[in-house]
T-cell receptor, first 112, second 115 residues
């Protein structure tokens, strides 16, 4: 069993839809959770990070962490074609840990 | 946050040869990280490179196959040696984002195809 599981998709939705991206994990020691966005032929860029359980909102993006279920989510409201990318979750047990454990990424396409 | 220049951006190589990937950062950093991103797979950390010391390799990766140099605080190279088609992947270097305890900045990656 992988430490982090992420549905690879692909996921295709119409512009303006609400998108939900999810990851599950098995290591209960994980406390720091990140979402990265990776455009084609580019490196991943940090989109959001959260610590422990709870929600964090940044514009159209909301990250949720449910440690009791070992489940994290990223919601994108009013999705735009420019949101089309691969989204990767990542997590670590230690703040500033050298090693992040990544999900395999979900390829998302927003159709105009 | 730091800006990373990585090259080459892509290459097609013959099996049995070696390729050296360069990573240049616009600021001094203590640690640089090398990742591999295989098709349909998650990013996997290959090794951590500290200036002035040997790189630290993750399980499943060895120095003979992936030698790393770190001559100064802004530059590192990763060599993929004696390549086989299984080494076809995207290779990325990364540094910890300035002032962040969580985030990392990645280079654009090197897309390697071994034929």
């Amino acid at each position: 069993q992988k430490e982090v599981e992420q549905d690879p998709g692909p996921l295709s939705v119409p512009e303006g839809a609400i998108v939900s991206l999810n990851c599950t994990y098995s290591n209960s020691a994980f406390q720091y959770f990140m979402w990265y966005r990776q455009y084609s032929r580019k490196g991943p860029e940090l989109l959001m990070y959260t610590y422990s359980s709870g929600n964090k909102e940044d514009g159209r993006f909301t990250a949720q962490v449910d440690k009791s279920s070992k489940y994290i989510s990223l919601f994108i409201r009013d999705s735009q074609p420019s949101d089309s990318a691969t989204y990767l979750c990542a997590m670590s047990a230690v703040q500033g840990a050298q090693k992040l454990v990544f999900g395999q990424g979900t390829r998302l396409t927003i159709n105009p | 946050s730091a800006v990373i220049s990585q090259k080459p951006s892509r290459d097609i190589c013959q099996r049995g040869t070696s390729l050296t990937i360069q990573c240049q950062v616009d600021s001094q950093v203590t640690m640089m990280f090398w990742y591999r991103q295989q098709p349909g797979q998650s990013l996997t950390l290959i090794a951590t490179a500290n200036q002035g010391s040997e790189a630290t390799y993750e399980s499943g990766f060895v120095i003979d196959k992936f030698p790393i140099s770190r001559p100064n605080l802004t530059f590192s190279t990763l060599t993929v040696s004696n390549m086989s088609p299984e080494d076809s992947s995207i290779y990325l270097c990364s540094v910890r984002s300035g002032g962040s305890n969580y985030g990392y900045t990645f280079g654009s990656g090197t897309r390697l195809t071994v034929v």
